[in-house]
């Protein structure tokens, strides 16, 4: 599993996750769903209620998803077979069948996995997890421009999406384009005066351009909002 089960299991909160690595480590961290998606329609008398109740499942599963290659006392086994069973009832349930190809990697059927986010994008275009996780898969690969125009395409359709704007920003900077990558971390700022991955970003391409004075300033301020970040206290 190596590479890409370190790009599946992150710990996170962040429904849409999917954050890529600088261009050194060639690797994007993968991040589990949340379960906030309506159940599919019914397709028989008792289907309401089936819907219902593999929901409530899914929200009590959640928090062990996001365990899963972090805590070895997690059952992901367990957990892949009841999240099969609740796609089963809610086929057109984005974050079941997303987190369910997260499982599907950890076991080690990445191939697996990877045509199943393949078929979820196809599907469901408005299912983000899935798209971004492809271009994280794609830069992952080498293909750092695939992944960038599929960041680009997220961002537009979804003006709020952090994570999509983050991961472009980072790549953006692998390339040298600074002020591009800065802008897009400023528009973060604006909304999340705390996304520390922001004030990472924006203090490694401060120090690229030899603006110290500025970079000094953002490290400070992101240092206020995460006194303990290893990263932006070796930054600054």
């Known amino acids: 599993m190596g590479t890409m089960r370190s790009m599946f299991f992150v710990s ?12 050194a480590q060639r690797s994007v961290p993968i991040v589990p769903a949340t379960p906030a998606v309506p159940a599919a329609a019914p397709h028989a008398p008792v289907a309401a209620d089936e819907g219902r109740l593999a929901q409530e499942k899914f929200t009590a599963f959640s928090k062990e998803i996001e365990r899963v290659g972090q805590d070895e006392s997690v059952d992901a086994g367990h957990l892949q077979r009841e999240l099969q069973a609740i796609v089963e009832v809610q086929p057109t349930s984005c974050a079941a069948r997303f987190n369910l190809t997260v499982l599907m990697e950890h076991a080690g059927d990445a191939n697996a996995a990877r045509l199943s986010l393949e078929r979820l994008q196809a ?3 408005g ?6 996780n492809l ?8 293909d750092t421009a695939g992944a960038m125009q599929t960041y680009e395409k997220i961002v537009a359709q979804y003006p709020k999406n952090v994570t999509s704007r983050l991961a472009l920003a980072r790549l953006l900077v692998g390339q040298s384009k600074y002020e591009e990558a800065m802008k897009l971390c400023r528009q973060v700022l604006q909304r999340e005066a705390d996304a520390i991955e922001a004030f990472r970003i924006l203090g490694r391409a401060y120090l690229a351009l030899g603006q110290l004075p500025m970079a000094d300033l953002v490290l ?4 206020r909002a995460a006194k303990q970040d290893a990263e932006l206290l070796e930054l600054s």
Do not use: I
């Not at 996170?12 to 261009?23: F, K, Q, R, S, T």
């Open 135 to 142: 271009a994280a898969l794609a830069y992952a690969a080498g």
């Open 123 to 125: 599907e469901d275009e």
């Open 127 to 132: 299912c983000v997890p899935a798209r971004e």
């Open 12 to 23: 996170c909160a962040l429904c849409w996750v999917a954050c890529a690595a600088p261009a």
């Open 220 to 223: 400070s301020r992101g240092l």
